[in-house]
């Protein structure tokens, strides 16, 4: 059987892979794994902080995760629709014992998942994931009477994250006009409120949620959106969250798209001029465009790639010492203000670096040239064989050596969706078109159900 937890939490459609059923035995199975290996604190009961993105299918797994968690003997407090950093960090602040968030992040609407988060606001890692797994609807001793977990309203952790996303940037957004597009997502309320705060001129888009359009054409994933909206309103950037806000896109004034990678390149320049870039360094991904590494050396910042995941740019960040980290993808990892990607974060602090420096995200983002490259999602295939199929291994190293030394591939699974992601960077544009499309037709073939 294929591994419940992907890189990202359990993920699938709701009511159908992600039932209620599966979502209070994961709770309950969560309580007893992390209370087991001594992750709570003693001396009082279990406290979990329980969040949720506004998808209308949120609204009955959220149930179902408080009454699993309340029936295990854990205490819960409800913090309604919040990004999932901002469960994360109540998670940390409050001093609880457990996190969960209920969002699919990116996908669909009709998707949802379930994060957990340890004390502190840590992601869990792959072991604990598995001992969860392993202990799924196992007979247990139920707590009766007193002893089982009582459940509270927390409505005030949206005004407590705001507050700690405004306490950390470098500088104020006075004279900033910016278009922020929510994705009717999880940040409808803070990501627009933490930048008004701090002076900027703010127009926000996609900001009402109501259960059924989230990430519907807006969004991270649909940035002519924002890039319309800036481009109509004479504004200086735009800023493109997800359904969770654990990711931030941008666009210039000219409506140009600001990636991951360059936001990642302008945030390590700042925290270098500053000094607090820990050891010089900063931890991205193998997806990260080559043109981000270039830039980098060209600097003399040092980078580490991971695996495709925040997850894994936040182990790399921890085991080296790092404070910055970040994916193509928009997760971008602060350490010194976070446990985990946060789109309000990263948006607040790249804006107060064009807002400090007087100079344009067009300029400030130049210092990476990407190189072309192109990405296709390819569906309905056995993503598991993808790095066994002899065919599929044959197509790739032709590719390779067609690109030689001036691009790359990578076909990796998707951990948080049935495809598999074929990447080319090459030389121009029409090459890594060419290459890519051939590819995927091959994994299509190869790998067909």
Request: aromatic share 2%.
């Amino acid at each position: 059987m294929a591994r419940l937890f992907g890189t990202d939490g359990v993920r699938g459609l709701a009511n159908s892979d992600l039932t209620a059923e599966l979502a209070l035995d994961l709770s309950v199975a969560a309580a007893h794994v992390l209370g087991e290996i001594g992750a709570f604190g003693s001396g009082r009961r279990p406290v979990a902080v329980v969040g949720r993105d506004p998808r209308a299918s949120g609204e009955f797994l959220e149930a179902a995760v408080v009454a699993g968690l309340a029936s295990a003997g854990t205490d819960v407090l409800k913090v309604g629709v919040l990004p999932t950093p901002a469960v994360a960090f109540l998670t940390g602040m409050l001093d609880a014992d457990l996190g969960v968030m209920l969002s699919a992040s990116h996908n669909p609407m009709p998707d949802n998942g379930i994060k957990f988060f340890a004390k502190g606001g840590q992601k869990l890692d792959d072991a604990i994931e598995d001992a969860i797994e392993a202990r799924l609807r196992e007979p247990w001793n139920r707590p009766t009477g007193a002893e089982v977990g009582r459940v509270h309203e927390h409505p005030e952790g949206v005004e407590t994250y705001i507050s700690h996303i405004v306490g950390t940037a470098p500088a104020r957004l006075d004279g900033l006009r910016v278009v922020v597009d929510c994705a009717h997502g999880a940040a409808y309320r803070a990501a627009p409120e933490a930048l008004r705060r701090l002076g900027a001129d703010v127009t926000a888009v996609c900001a009402e949620p109501d259960g059924l359009n989230i990430n519907h054409n807006c969004g991270s994933t649909h940035l002519d959106v924002v890039a319309a909206e800036v481009v109509a309103a004479g504004a200086d950037v735009g800023i493109a969250h997800d359904g969770d806000a654990d990711r931030c896109l941008a666009v210039d004034a000219t409506g140009e798209v600001v990636d991951g990678d360059q936001i990642l390149a302008v945030l390590a320049l700042a925290m270098r001029a500053q000094g607090t870039l820990r050891r010089g360094s900063v931890v991205s991904t193998v997806m990260s465009n080559e043109g981000f590494r270039l830039a980098m050396r060209r600097e003399g910042i040092n980078v580490f790639d991971t695996a495709v995941g925040d997850r894994y740019v936040l182990e790399a960040m921890k085991a080296g010492g790092y404070n910055l980290g970040g994916e193509q993808s928009g997760h971008v990892v602060m350490l010194d203000h976070g446990t985990t990607g946060d789109g309000v974060l990263t948006a607040v602090h790249l804006l107060a670096q064009v807002a400090s420096t007087g100079t344009s995200l067009a300029e400030l983002a130049s210092v990476v040239q990407r190189l072309p490259q192109v990405l296709v999602n390819v569906k309905g295939v056995d993503k598991s064989r993808v790095a066994l199929d002899e065919g599929v291994k044959t197509a790739v190293a032709e590719a390779e050596t067609e690109l030689g030394a001036t691009g790359r591939v990578l076909l990796r699974p998707s951990g948080t969706e049935p495809v598999v992601r074929v990447m080319v960077e090459a030389a121009t544009h029409d090459q890594a078109e060419s290459v890519a499309r051939r590819l995927a037709a091959t994994v299509q073939a190869e790998l067909a159900l």
